[in-house]
């Protein structure tokens, strides 16, 4: 019989994990698996058991958001775990999972756990942080861990929106010097994202053309100060399309980013808050965790 560790975060999402668990818990079983259900207390308590326990188990899995999934992934990285991780998203906007066409359905979700194959996937890490999908500063940036969890889960996306429109009324400007792979940049931007996913804050993200999950880069776009109407009607327009061509954009692929600033910047990580830091480097780490949602052996 194989062991599984299966990490939940009972506060995830607008519908929980509880309504379905049994039949969840029935999928594994029926495929054999002894599974050992810890239920979090706090937000970091995936890492930590993770890191703690992982190692003693076949395969991992964790149900929650897409903050529930970077912790675990911490977990991994942080006790150098070579274990299988699968994946049932019970968040608000599930992005990650929305790019890797993981089931929306708790109960599908686990069925895709118990037959599909390891993929290996890239991993960033923001100083000494581990994230999963998405690196941000800037306006819009903390708009998810800014946003009251019982209003993410009555109003799921319309909840972001509102609190970025918010955000827009004053829009702060850094002055920052960026070393992209060796190519150094230097102007005042309002906004700074390193991703690998197709979805951010459940819409499409700008960098969405061309993800890989395994190529050792992650996606990346600074967007400068706005000076008029028309500049922000054109970064607007840019955000809409997926057109990272717009003059007041920079748009690069990249393994190592690192941000110097003349003043501390918030930073989100997997849309949780990430850290204040006036110097952050970013790096990526490539196919550092098995995810199961290969559905054919390769």
């Known amino acids: 019989?194989?062991?599984?560790?299966?990490?939940?975060?009972?506060?995830?999402?607008?519908?929980?994990?509880?309504?379905?668990?049994?039949?969840?818990?029935?999928?594994?079983?029926?495929?054999?698996?002894?599974?050992?259900?810890?239920?979090?207390?706090?937000?970091?308590?995936?890492e930590r058991?993770?890191?703690?326990?992982?190692?003693?188990?076949?395969?991992?899995?964790?149900?929650?958001?897409?903050?529930?999934?970077?912790?675990?992934?911490?977990?991994?990285?942080?006790?150098?775990?070579?274990?299988?991780?699968?994946?049932?998203p019970c968040g608000s906007t599930n992005d990650y999972a929305r790019s890797l066409?993981?089931?929306?359905?708790?109960?599908?979700?686990?069925?895709?756990?118990?037959?599909?194959?390891?993929?290996s996937v890239d991993v960033g890490s923001l100083n000494d942080k581990h994230f999963v999908y998405v690196a941000a500063f800037g306006v819009f940036s903390d708009t998810s861990y800014v946003t009251n969890?019982?209003?993410?889960?009555?109003?799921?996306?319309?909840a972001y929106i509102l609190q970025g429109i918010k955000s827009v009324v004053n829009i702060p400007t850094y002055h920052i010097k960026v070393d992209i792979d060796g190519t150094l940049i230097e102007d005042d931007f309002i906004f700074g994202m390193v991703s690998n996913s197709v979805s951010v804050g459940g819409f499409k993200s700008i960098t969405r053309k061309g993800v890989e999950f395994d190529d050792g880069l992650f996606e990346g776009v600074l967007i400068k100060k706005i000076h008029n109407p028309a500049d922000l009607n054109r970064i607007v327009h840019a955000l809409l399309t997926g057109d990272v061509s717009e003059k007041n954009m920079v748009s690069f692929k990249a393994k190592h980013v690192k941000v110097i600033s003349e003043e501390t910047i918030s930073w989100t990580v997997d849309g949780e808050f990430g850290g204040d830091y006036r110097e952050a480097e970013?790096?990526?780490?490539?196919?550092?965790?098995?995810?199961?949602?290969?559905?054919?052996?390769l």
């Open 49 to 88: 058991i993770v890191s703690e326990e992982g190692n003693q188990y076949d395969v991992i899995v964790c149900a929650g958001g897409d903050g529930t999934l970077g912790n675990t992934i911490s977990g991994f990285m942080k006790a150098g775990i070579k274990k299988p991780l699968g994946y049932i």
């Open 101 to 119: 066409e993981v089931p929306k359905k708790a109960v599908e979700a686990a069925e895709m756990v118990v037959n599909a194959y390891p993929f």
């Open 282 to 297: 970013i790096n990526i780490h490539e196919k550092a965790v098995d995810l199961l949602v290969i559905q054919e052996e």
């Open 149 to 158: 969890q019982s209003m993410k889960n009555i109003f799921g996306h319309a």
């Open 1 to 46: 019989m194989k062991t599984m560790l299966f990490v939940m975060n009972p506060k995830a999402g607008r519908t929980t994990l509880k309504d379905c668990l049994v039949d969840v818990l029935d999928v594994f079983c029926k495929s054999d698996y002894a599974v050992r259900t810890y239920i979090t207390q706090s937000a970091d308590d995936a």
